[in-house]
């Protein structure tokens, strides 16, 4: 159990621990001392004055005993019977409620008694007792406040060593290292350690970052030459509608492609604070994606729509088109018969389709990487709904599977109403 707490509260769990079990020992061994201790004085004490008694009664005389200890035999009338129901020896028993101290030894002429009441003894006894039990819990009170105040002093380090590793800036190149505010010690090796991980880590995002932006122009030249020869070929005058329709394909694969590049190189990259990005509105969004999967639709033979009111709130214009047609795409590809729609609402946006629907057993799957719905249905390796929470987990927006009553499937997207779903977003008025 001590194992889910902090270790601060584990290292005052095991002060009060071992405080407690210490004080239990030493209180428990105190009382069992005191009582064989007593136990053996009350027993030589009093069979020496029942000796002493015996000894003088053969001489006929009767000593008298203080008030608080009395002498019978079998043969006096004062005799109680429960007496009788002793061995010799010393016995702790109770008369009228009062506890009593007993001796009994047997004779060739009876048996004899000799009962004593300690009460200032037992008093005595009380209080130690008391004590004991008072310091047993003033030292769980002590290792308490010991715990609290050495775990303070030990755990501060770890907690201040914890904030530096936390801060951002401890990922530039310029971080002063960690190890040298520590002593040489289990926590100053903790920073050295961190130290080592942190510039490994800032060598990898060096390269991560010169990787995108290499990836970044190397891929962008090639699709900017491909658009341009495109339309290099529609300048030359009218086209065989064949090959038009080719061009069209081409020119919404660059359009795709320069989408899915800008996206990719935003989810690898920490946003930058000064970045602009190219924004747009969901209706702007919803219309472009509409126009340019309603040809798609229709080679299906699906009723694609488009209905509902949207916010004017302004976002990310590359990530909203890839979200919006990776759901398309899949709800395209995986609708036999019916309609597939765009339903669009102040806060955000669903991609309704009347397909077969996802079982229920598949549903907490279906935004895994390489997870694919009927693999007989087309290529693809199944990245589509993965990319499409990766936007959703950044962006702040949030996405959900649900499976409407007349049956196939809705992707509800909740963009949001606050600034926090257009993070790092500085208004371009210029769409994709």
Known sequence: MLAKHS???????????????????????????????????????????????????????RLELGPNT????????????????????????YEQGNEVHVFLHTRADGRHALL??????????EIMERLALVGFFASIAVALGLGL???????????RLSRQVRRREQLLSLA????????????????AAFDEALARLRSALDRERLFTSDLSHEIRTPLMV???????????????????????RIERAVIEMRELTDTLLRLAREPSPGE???????????????????????????????????????????????????????????????????????????????????????????????????ATRGDGVGIGLSLVQRICARQGWRIELRSPASGGCEFRIDLGTDNASSRNLHESPTSV
């Open 70 to 93: 009395r002498y019978v035999s079998d043969r006096d009338p004062a005799w109680s019977d429960w007496l009788n129901g002793f061995q010799d020896g010393f016995h702790d028993a």
């Open 176 to 191: 002063p290292p960690l190890a040298t505010d520590y002593a040489d010690d289990e926590v100053g090796r903790l920073a």
């Open 276 to 374: 602009v990005v190219e924004s747009t509105g969901l209706r702007e969004a919803a219309q472009q994606q509409f126009e340019r999967w309603q040809p798609e639709a229709a080679r299906r033979q699906l009723d694609l729509k488009l209905h509902g009111e949207a916010g004017a709130q302004r976002y990310p214009a590359a990530l909203l088109h890839t979200v919006m047609s990776n759901l398309l795409r899949n709800a395209l590809h995986y609708t036999e018969q019916g309609f597939v729609a765009i339903e669009l609402r102040p806060e955000g946006f669903s991609i309704v389709d009347s397909g077969a629907g996802i079982p229920a057993h598949e549903r907490d799957k279906v935004f895994a990487p390489f997870v694919r719905g009927d």
């Open 149 to 159: 105040l050495i775990a303070n002093r030990v755990i501060a380090p770890v907690i």
């Open 7 to 61: 270790l601060q509260r584990r290292i005052v769990a095991a002060f009060v621990l071992m405080s407690a079990v210490v004080s239990g020992l030493f209180a428990l061994a105190m009382i069992v001392t005191m009582d064989l201790t007593e136990r053996n004085l009350a027993t030589e004490l009093m069979q020496q004055q029942l000796e002493f008694v015996l000894e003088l009664e053969n001489v006929g005389t």
């Open 226 to 248: 491909i658009a341009s020869s495109c339309e290099l070929v529609r300048a030359r005058g009218t086209l065989d509608p064949g090959l038009d329709r080719q061009l069209e």
């Open 116 to 125: 004593a009441t300690l009460d200032e003894f037992e008093r005595r006894e």
